[in-house]
Each structure stands twice: as C-alpha cells, then as structure tokens.
C-alpha cells in the first residue's frame, strides 16, 4: 500500500518575520523594517509590514506600505537599489 503524502505547507514553515534597515519610498529615509515573509526558503517575499522605525509607534503603520514593492525600495534611478534583498 502506498504511503499518504503530507501537504507540504504542513511540513515547510512558509511565514517568517525579518528585520530589514530599507530605503523608504514614503519618508525618503533609511528605516527599519519587520516584514512578514512569505513563501519557501530562499524564495520568500514581504506580504506585511509588522513595525517600521519611521513611526512614533513602531507597529501603527499608518502609510501606504509601498516598500512591499521591491521596485519602491530604491533612492533613485540613478543610484539604484539601497541593498540586495537576500532571499531565504
């Protein structure tokens, strides 16, 4: 008889939470962020926003969350990106 696979979400942890220090595309500033990554190891994305340092209150985000987009988190054309995303 053949053995049942298990669903690999229930195997693989897809969330994690990361701090990252970003260029902000809202404030214009280098901030630091905590993002809710989702995703397999070494191909995970931000989905949330957790806290940012831009705040007086790191965890009430009241912006429109654009660092989500990796295309935002730049300082420029001219400059390109602040920093490699590291995947994982």
């Known amino acids: 008889m053949a053995k049942e696979?298990?669903?690999l979400d229930r195997r693989?942890?897809?969330?994690?939470v990361r701090r990252r220090r970003i260029w902000c595309p809202v404030y214009r500033h280098e901030?630091?962020?905590e993002f809710v990554e989702w995703?397999?190891?070494g191909f995970r994305d931000p989905v949330a926003v957790r806290s940012?340092?831009?705040f007086e209150e790191p965890t009430r985000i009241t912006c429109a969350?654009?660092?989500l987009d990796p295309?935002?988190?730049t300082r420029g054309s001219a400059e390109g990106w602040f920093g490699p995303w590291p995947r994982g």
Request: charge should be neutral; charged fraction near 25%; aromatic fraction near 4%.
């Open 5 to 7: 696979v298990e669903p």
């Open 71 to 73: 295309s935002r988190r």
């Open 39 to 41: 995703g397999l190891p």
């Open 65 to 67: 969350r654009l660092c």
């Open 52 to 54: 940012c340092s831009a």
């Open 31 to 33: 901030v630091e962020v």
């Open 12 to 16: 693989v942890p897809f969330e994690v």
